[in-house]
């Protein structure tokens, strides 16, 4: 697996970018840029894992995958971060899973 990609992983990040972008058009310009760039980001350095991790066929798996971390991945990010500063949403997300109060 290529760290460089092909123009298909390219196109399926571009295009999740910039419907990341449309969706959320009153976003301030730095919080966009974040969103952004946290999703290729994810695209870029987990796609390749994931996939090896879940033994599953590039050739089928990669471009779809790289277009779902590109939108998610910022969010994923965000999400780890709020739960280090405070782990208590940690606890409150997974009661949340579970379907406890």
């Known amino acids: 697996m290529s760290p460089f990609h092909d123009l298909f992983f390219w196109l399926a990040v571009a295009g999740a970018a910039v419907f990341r972008l449309?969706?959320?058009p009153l976003r301030p310009l730095k919080g966009a840029a974040a969103g952004v760039f946290g999703g290729v980001f994810s695209a870029i350095v987990f796609t390749d894992p994931l996939?090896?991790?879940?033994?599953v066929n590039p050739d089928v798996y990669k471009v779809p995958l790289a277009a779902i971390l590109t939108l998610v991945g910022e969010l994923v990010m965000r999400l780890?971060?709020?739960i280090a500063r405070d782990p208590s949403k940690g606890v409150a997300l997974l009661n949340a899973w579970r379907g406890k109060k």
């Open 22 to 24: 449309l969706a959320y």
């Open 51 to 55: 996939i090896a991790h879940f033994n």
């Open 80 to 82: 780890i971060v709020d």
